[in-house]
Structure formats: structure tokens, C-alpha cells
């Protein structure tokens, strides 16, 4: 299996953009796709990208997510940043039929 | 709308058997696009997948609790269950149950609101 690294914590102001990390450990960040959930402070976790890039029904366009092969890493890009998009995010992969998710990354909107 | 609702006791002591049904409302679960998951997450620490299965009752487990976890499935009553054995202070945590959508990719997109269990005497 592969471990999924994400950064602590990333802070923004309010209206700028911010991007979070996960870089897989082997095998290529193309092999399976990645997805990515938001939670909030005592909430469940909720589906923001799934797919590397699609946006569930009802997500706002400003949440977007790649992949970049050259870096083994998947991205989640938020512009436009609200107050209401402090959580903590967490990327999740798959393989050999486990599951995996990323340590989580506190976004901070300052 | 489809919804997931754990529960179980909030209280168990070490060695004993953690035992935790989800029950899924609005909606079926004899989709052959969907698994059903648990997910847990220690106080104040990052999620961790324990298992998944189907309608049908095949399972996936986590390769780290495997030999722990049983889940079974009764489409009957729309709910699935989760069994720990020989708990530990380790497998205190909020417990999640959560649909997992599989015909394309991987990925929980509808969570129950989570379920906190304590292991202590």
C-alpha cells in the first residue's frame, strides 16, 4: 500500500485562493483516482471532488481539484476563500481494494 | 433523501466486543453501484477506513484490523453492522457509517453524523 501526505495546515486571507497537497508515496498518483472531503468542526465529513476533479452536486465551482504526475500529487484549489471554508480536508485514494486516507490538512481563513 | 443514522453504546470496556449498526433511510440499499462503509477517527485525529460491504455481504477490510472487524449486512431492514473485538483505549474514536459509491471510483459521498465510542473500564 501507499501512504497519501498532506501538509498540517495552510492559512489565507478571506477572497484569496489557497491550494492543499497530497502527494502519494508509490505508484503513480494516475492509477486511481482521488478524491477529497471537507469537515468542519464537529460535522461529518462531506464529499467536495471526487474523480480527481468532479465537483459533487451542490459544491461551489470555486473548490477545484487535479492531479500532477511530475509531483506524484493531487491538488485541491479553493479560490475566492470564504470564512465558511475553515475545516480540516482530507484526501482519500484507493488500492487493492483498501482505502486510504490522507493525515488532513487545517485550513485556516484569517 | 437518502440518510445514514449509527448506533450502538457509547461506553465499552477493553477486551470486550465494540457492536454498532447504521441504519439507511430514504432510499435502498440494493444499488449495485454502492458499498457500505465504516470510518472512524480517534479524538482529535484524521479519518481511518475500517471496512466496506455489499448487498450481497462480500467485505473489504482494512489489511491493519482485519482479523478484528466483522460487518454483515441485512437489506430487510436497510441496515449493516460493525463488530470490533479485544478493544483497546486505541479504538476510542467517532465512528462513521457512510455510503460508498464503487461503479467508477472509490468514495464515500453520503456520511452518517458519527457515533462516539469510549473504550474504559
Known amino acids: 500500500n501507499f501512504i497519501l501526505t498532506q501538509p498540517n495546515s495552510v492559512s489565507e486571507s478571506p477572497g484569496k485562493t489557497v491550494t492543499i497537497s497530497c502527494t502519494r508515496s508509490?505508484?503513480?498518483?494516475?492509477?486511481?483516482?482521488v478524491q477529497w472531503y471537507q469537515q468542519r468542526p464537529a460535522s461529518s465529513p462531506t464529499l467536495v471532488i471526487y474523480?480527481?476533479?468532479?465537483?459533487p452536486s451542490g459544491v461551489p465551482d470555486r473548490f477545484s481539484g487535479s492531479i500532477d504526475s511530475s509531483s506524484n500529487s493531487a491538488s485541491l484549489t479553493i479560490s475566492g476563500l470564504k470564512t465558511d471554508d475553515e475545516a480540516d480536508y482530507y484526501c482519500?485514494?484507493?488500492?487493492?481494494?483498501?482505502?486510504?486516507f490522507g493525515g488532513g490538512t487545517k485550513l485556516t481563513v484569517l | 433523501q437518502l440518510q445514514l443514522q449509527e448506533s450502538g453504546p457509547g461506553l465499552v470496556k477493553p477486551s470486550q466486543t465494540l457492536s454498532l449498526t447504521c441504519s439507511v433511510s430514504?432510499?435502498?440499499?440494493?444499488?449495485?453501484?454502492?458499498?457500505w462503509g465504516w470510518i472512524r477517527q480517534p479524538p482529535g485525529k484524521g479519518l481511518e477506513w475500517i471496512g466496506s460491504?455489499?448487498?450481497?455481504?462480500?467485505?473489504y477490510h482494512n489489511v491493519s484490523l482485519r482479523s478484528r472487524v466483522t460487518m454483515s449486512v441485512d437489506t430487510s431492514e436497510n441496515q449493516f453492522s460493525l463488530k470490533l473485538s479485544s478493544v483497546t483505549a486505541a479504538d476510542t474514536a467517532i465512528y462513521y457509517c457512510?455510503?460508498?459509491?464503487?461503479?467508477?471510483?472509490?468514495?464515500?459521498?453520503?456520511w452518517g453524523r458519527g457515533t462516539l465510542v469510549t473504550v474504559s473500564s
Open positions: 457512510a455510503r460508498e459509491e464503487v461503479a467508477t471510483s472509490w468514495y464515500f459521498d453520503l
Open positions: 430514504g432510499g435502498s440499499m440494493s444499488s449495485s453501484r454502492h458499498f
Open positions: 460491504i455489499y448487498n450481497s455481504g462480500s467485505t
Open positions: 508509490s505508484g503513480s498518483i494516475a492509477s486511481n483516482y
Open positions: 474523480e480527481d476533479k468532479q465537483r
Open positions: 482519500q485514494s484507493y488500492d487493492n481494494n483498501n482505502r486510504l
